[in-house]
């Protein structure tokens, strides 16, 4: 991927568990410019900062994958029901 490529997105016979639909990238030129951020990141997260806020949050997949699969088993299953009486309480 040249720098000024865009980025595409997944194709859709490679879905994978909770990157779907999530552009992809080539990390080839990050990894040139910035080694050491990219092996910050293959070790775990790293949170990137702008203009001395945090920004992003950069994940191994395999950690993305865990939090999304964590994250769909604790989505609710409808609109949250307040049992009880107005009053009560």
Do not use: W
Not at 9 to 15: G, L, S
């Amino acid at each position: 991927m040249r720098p000024d490529e865009a980025i595409r997105p997944t194709p859709e016979d490679e879905p994978r568990l909770g990157t779907e639909h999530l552009p992809r990238a080539d990390i080839a030129v990050l990894e040139q410019s910035q080694p050491r951020l990219v092996d910050a990141a293959l070790r775990g997260p790293v949170i990137l900062t702008r203009h001395g806020r945090d920004a992003f949050v950069l994940l191994p997949v395999d950690m993305f994958s865990r939090l999304a699969r964590d994250a769909e088993a604790r989505r609710l299953k409808g609109p949250p029901v307040i049992e009880g009486q107005p009053g009560e309480g």
